[in-house]
């Protein structure tokens, strides 16, 4: 798999326009913060680490076309808030913004944001091998694993979260296969997570988000690993919509449900899951398919983006430092205590 989802070329955001995929794979200039905005927001390039390399680079466009510092401050903003579950995209402005001086003219800041992005890109693809490490020792030799949206290369600066773990046990000799939820209403897993593993030759099945209960009750699975837009101190854990329906019935079919995340994905400064803001789309995204209405008219559709699995429900969250385990309170404290192995 070629890790070129996300690539800064001269003055454009080159991304591929995940949107397309499995069907073409078409690339989407960004040249200004606007454009990039609109590709976050109609999930051209999507995940939430992949968001938060996106808007590292859109800080780049943001120093270059901004009039002055005030203008730079409102498209820092504008990006910042392109989408509010995943915590990945303000942890990355934020971090441009603390390298920012106040009178440092833009063409300087512009350099500096470029350093950061591509740090913040090369540390997101160096977490996800580590993640993919020390989660695929948790998988075992012939193991189907089930898998809910898409936490692969695509979603992430590249390799994976959850993919990542599942690549690594892969790459490791282990003779394991993938069920992939097809991720209602985007298709997540049944366009992306099943591409990315194609590819890479791993065996994957597609199976209906509705089906979770009967595939894991005739024991087709033996683990869940997916990844995560936002973890709040306590370890709760905000995913796709569906993520929290699946760690329930894993729950009650006894089989282990794992978060794979970089420490970029936790967010110590919200106390439990009920603060994670969740995202809430157009309702056309439910009542139409391929762009043809299936509901009848008037109708109007439920279309939250994410949901939380409480941290009562998780096994293990796969950080690139080591799995947290429960108490999370206490671990996720002490890994950004720097108080870890
Ligand atoms: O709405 P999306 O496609 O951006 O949602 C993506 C997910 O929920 C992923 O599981 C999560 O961002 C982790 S990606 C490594």
Redo the contacts with the bound molecule.
């Keep these: 798999m070629k890790d070129d989802h996300i690539v800064f070329r001269g003055e454009v955001l080159d991304l591929l326009d995940q949107r397309l995929l499995p069907l073409e794979a078409k690339r989407l200039p960004c040249d200004n913060v606007e454009s990039l905005i609109k590709a976050i927001k109609s ?1 051209a390039v ?6 938060g390399v996106a808007a590292a680079y859109g800080c780049v466009l943001a120093a270059r076309e901004a009039k002055d510092e005030a203008d730079l401050e409102r498209l820092l903003h504008d990006l910042e808030n392109a ?1 509010p ?2 915590v990945n995209l303000s942890w990355a402005v934020r971090k441009m913004r603390a390298l920012w001086q106040p009178g440092t003219p833009l063409e300087e800041a512009a350099q500096i944001f470029m350093a950061e992005a591509i740090a913040i890109h090369q540390a997101d693809i160096e977490a996800c091998r580590a993640i993919g490490r020390y989660g695929a020792e948790l998988i075992d030799d012939g193991d189907c694993v089930l898998t ?5 290369a695509l ?2 600066g590249g390799y ?3 993919l990542g773990v599942i690549r690594a046990a892969w790459e490791a000799g282990k003779k394991i296969s993938v069920i992939a939820d097809e991720t209602r209403p ?1 298709l ?1 897993g049944a366009r992306l997570t099943a591409w990315e593993l194609r590819q890479l030759g791993i065996p994957v099945t597609i199976a209906c988000d509705n089906a979770c209960a009967l595939v894991m009750g005739r024991g087709l699975a033996q683990k869940v690993v ?4 936002r973890i709040a101190a306590n370890g709760d854990t905000a ?2 919509i569906g ?1 929290c329906g699946v760690a329930i019935l894993a729950r009650h079919f006894d089989i282990p449900f794992y978060i ?2 970089p420490l970029s ?1 936790i967010d110590p400064s919200l106390e439990n899951g009920s603060q994670i803001p969740i ?1 809430s789309r157009q309702t056309d995204e439910v009542c139409a398919i391929n762009g043809k209405r299936v509901a009848p008219e008037g109708v109007k559709a439920l279309n939250f ?2 949901d939380v699995t409480p941290a009562a429900l998780i096994a293990g969250i796969i950080t690139e430092r080591g799995v947290l385990r429960p108490p999370y309170g206490e671990s996720i404290s002490r890994i950004f205590k720097g108080v870890w192995k």
């Design positions: 999930m999507r995940g939430a680490p992949a968001i989408r579950t995943a809910h949206c898409n936490a692969g979603a992430t994976g979260t959850a985007l997540q997916t990844g995560a837009d995913n796709k993520t794979a995340a994905t995202e983006a994410f």
